[in-house]
């Protein structure tokens, strides 16, 4: 069975997910759900009713400033992550006709659903009408639907219980559906909420405890960034940034933006609020903190990310990208740190991918010598990450002749088949993927520039060939990777034209010789008979 959801994550049934952020242990992650658990076995008992009929105010004010706001709408979520959870679980055991642990389960969804219900009450003021009528709603089918499987277990008549299957299926969708909602009603009045502080408030500390509540809210996903877009919190924070008054806080609001605009909605409210030139204004105004101007980098790294199919309508950024692009060149030169050369520097990659004049700004700015000069300096380039940004804009400008001349003097050639020897310091795989793609990228770059003799003659006395022979013939020097292998097989066979003498006979007849498909299907089935 599945639910009707978002298209942010389309493999679970819910808008309220967090399973993006479970990347922890097990028994970790069941410690700090321990307490939600003990809690429902508690309300399975109590049935969810106040142990005193008073309303006891003074209790109730010590319980919702045990925590901040953003505490509780963390225990809110999490929450909901687990009723979501055992929605799906109850949807699986119904398949299977598992009648006694749907209805444990259901019992159980059910405690959970009162326990949120009165956990975000106790905290939450001015909550809706529309709220309220949903919580009734949702309260009442989850009763709905616990007696119904309590009347299953009771029954061992298999056509009895067939029949009652499309009822309980039925119910279960409609318990998700009203769940779903709820939550969004939630998360949109919370939002809400903080983009009034945001908006009405001159205090700094009530400003940065608003947008810093507001950055934990878009960490949740992105059905959350988009409840927070359409509900102006793009137009807000740049009103921030326009401020002199908040200036303290720019980074902050600054790194908030950028994970708004993972999003479509963000993008368009972004563009319509004038956002690219404030980000401009940010970058080229030398009297903003580094860190402001990296995260304002962020953000142009954001917007115009290659894997964002939405990035089309950024016409203003193309009459700002001169400016742009020089101040990124500008922080890259000055960078004090490796965070920042990286930020700086993914901004210039990505954007080299979103419009070719921009590799024709780089060439003038002498920003190849700039970066190939950073990547001598350890402590500025000091990861896969950084130098996989520097490749992708090395990658991207030599497909202008003039590159040629500008790589032969800052040693650029080396520089690259450092870059074809790349290995991951450990088995992260994000840490490895980064390494494929400098391997990747390099080879690319050095078949691309080896079409001037000059480039390839410094290829070649620098062993360039053996390297790449060795990246094709040896899986685990590429880590098995296919796309370093075709990269290697092409920069193999421009480099074996400038300098054909360089290659064994055995070498030629089955690199370079044959079609570009058969050699690499040559290479791989390399890896299977090594096996």
């Known amino acids: 069975m599945a639910f009707k959801c978002e298209d942010h994550l389309d493999s679970l049934p819910l808008p309220v997910q967090r399973m993006h952020l479970i990347q922890v242990d097990s028994v970790q992650r069941w410690m700090e759900d321990l307490k939600l658990m003990t809690d429902c076995?508690?309300?399975?008992?109590?049935?969810?009713?106040?142990?005193?009929?008073?309303?006891?105010?003074?209790?109730?004010?010590?319980?919702s400033s045990q925590y901040s706001t953003c505490d509780n709408l963390q225990l809110l979520l999490k929450r909901a992550w687990i009723i979501s959870t055992e929605l799906t679980r109850i949807a699986q055991k119904l398949e299977k006709n598992r009648w006694q642990r749907v209805h444990s389960m259901t019992v159980r969804v059910n405690c959970h659903v009162r326990s949120m219900i009165n956990e975000y009450n106790a905290f939450t003021r001015n909550s809706s009408e529309e709220?309220?009528?949903?919580?009734?709603?949702?309260v009442d089918k989850c009763s709905e639907f616990t007696a119904f499987t309590e009347r299953c277990i009771q029954t061992e008549d298999e056509q009895i219980l067939k029949s009652m299957k499309s009822s309980i299926h039925e119910t279960l969708t409609t318990v998700a559906q009203y769940f779903g909602q709820?939550?969004?009603?939630?998360?949109?009045?919370?939002?809400?909420?903080?983009?009034?502080q945001i908006e009405l408030s001159d205090s700094v500390y009530i400003t940065e405890s608003a947008i810093s509540s507001l950055f934990s809210l878009t960490q949740e996903g992105a059905r959350l960034c988009r409840i927070i877009a359409k509900e102006g919190g793009v137009a807000a924070l740049f009103k921030i940034c326009r401020q002199d008054c908040f200036r303290c806080l720019y980074p902050q609001t600054l790194r908030t933006l950028a994970s708004i605009c993972c999003v479509e909605e963000g993008m368009h409210q972004l563009e319509k609020v004038d956002g690219i030139l404030c980000l401009a204004d940010?970058?080229?105004?030398?009297?903003?903190?580094?860190?402001?101007?990296?995260?304002?980098?962020?953000?142009?790294?954001?917007?115009?990310?290659?894997?964002?199919?939405?990035?089309?309508h950024l016409s203003s950024f193309l009459e700002n990208m001169e400016e742009i692009v020089t101040a990124l060149v500008k922080l890259c030169q000055e960078a004090s740190s490796g965070e920042v050369f990286l930020l700086a520097s993914a901004?210039?990659?990505?954007?080299?991918?979103f419009d070719t004049m921009a590799c024709e700004i780089l060439l003038q700015l002498n920003a190849m010598k700039i970066l190939l000069a950073a990547c001598s300096d350890k402590h500025i380039v000091d990861t896969p990450y950084s130098r996989d940004q520097v490749v992708t804009i090395l990658a991207n400008m030599s497909v202008l002749d003039q590159c040629a001349s500008e790589i032969i003097q800052g040693n650029g050639v080396q520089l690259l088949m450092e870059m074809l020897f790349e290995r991951p310091s450990s088995g992260n795989s994000a840490e490895v993927a980064a390494c494929e793609r400098v391997q990747q990228k390099s080879a690319v770059t050095l078949a691309r520039l080896s079409r001037d003799p000059e480039v390839a003659e410094a290829a070649v006395k620098l062993s360039c060939i053996p390297r790449l022979i060795k990246l094709c013939r040896s899986p685990t020097e590429r880590n098995n990777s296919d796309s370093v292998l075709v990269a290697c097989l092409a920069a193999l066979r421009r480099l074996a034209i400038m300098s054909p003498d360089g290659l064994e006979d055995s070498d030629f007849q089955q690199l370079v010789k044959p079609r570009l498909v058969d050699s690499f299907l040559l290479c791989t089935n390399m890896e299977e008979s090594f096996v």
Do not use: G, W, Y
């Open 41 to 63: 076995e508690c309300m399975c008992i109590l049935q969810s009713k106040p142990i005193s009929a008073e309303r006891d105010e003074q209790n109730e004010l010590m319980l």
């Open 131 to 138: 709220m309220h009528q949903f919580e009734k709603l949702l």
């Open 182 to 196: 709820l939550i969004e009603l939630v998360l949109t009045h919370e939002a809400q909420n903080l983009l009034r």
């Open 282 to 312: 940010i970058l080229t105004d030398n009297t903003h903190s580094e860190a402001t101007h990296a995260e304002a980098a962020a953000v142009i790294a954001q917007i115009t990310s290659p894997h964002l199919t939405f990035t089309q």
């Open 347 to 353: 901004a210039l990659a990505n954007i080299t991918f």
